[in-house]
C-alpha cells in the first residue's frame, strides 16, 4: 500500500484530516510508516484516543497492509 493511499484513508476516516505519510526513517520495509494528522477532530481528545481515531481509519489495512506505523496527531492550533 502507497503513501498516497494511506493518506486518503485517513483523510476520508477522520473529518477534515490533513495526512502526511512518509516511510519510516531506517525502514526497509515498504509496510513500516510514519503518518502526520492534523483535524480539528483531536481538539480535547487524549493521545490514545487521537491515536484510536487513526487506527479506526485505517481499519484492516493494519494487519493486512501495514506492519507498523509512527503517529504524530495535531490539532490545527497546535501544529
Same mark, same amino acid.
Given at each position: 500500500?502507497? @503513501?498516497?493511499?494511506? $493518506?486518503? +484513508?485517513?483523510?476520508?476516516?477522520?473529518?477534515?484530516?490533513? &495526512?502526511?505519510?512518509?516511510?519510516?526513517?531506517?525502514?526497509?520495509?515498504?509496510?513500516?510508516?510514519?503518518?502526520?494528522?492534523?483535524?480539528? @477532530?483531536?481538539?480535547? $481528545?487524549? +493521545?490514545?484516543?487521537?491515536?484510536?481515531?487513526?487506527?479506526? &481509519?485505517?481499519?484492516?489495512?493494519?494487519?493486512?497492509?501495514?506492519?507498523?506505523?509512527?503517529?504524530?496527531?495535531?490539532?490545527?492550533?497546535?501544529?
Amino acid at each position: 500500500m502507497d @503513501t498516497d493511499e494511506v $493518506e486518503q +484513508l485517513i483523510e476520508a476516516g477522520i473529518e477534515d484530516a490533513e &495526512a502526511t505519510v512518509r516511510p519510516s526513517r531506517g525502514a526497509e520495509e515498504d509496510d513500516h510508516l510514519a503518518a502526520r494528522v492534523v483535524s480539528p @477532530t483531536f481538539d480535547g $481528545e487524549s +493521545l490514545v484516543d487521537r491515536h484510536q481515531l487513526v487506527y479506526d &481509519a485505517l481499519g484492516e489495512h493494519m494487519t493486512t497492509d501495514i506492519h507498523a506505523i509512527e503517529i504524530e496527531t495535531y490539532t490545527p492550533d497546535e501544529a
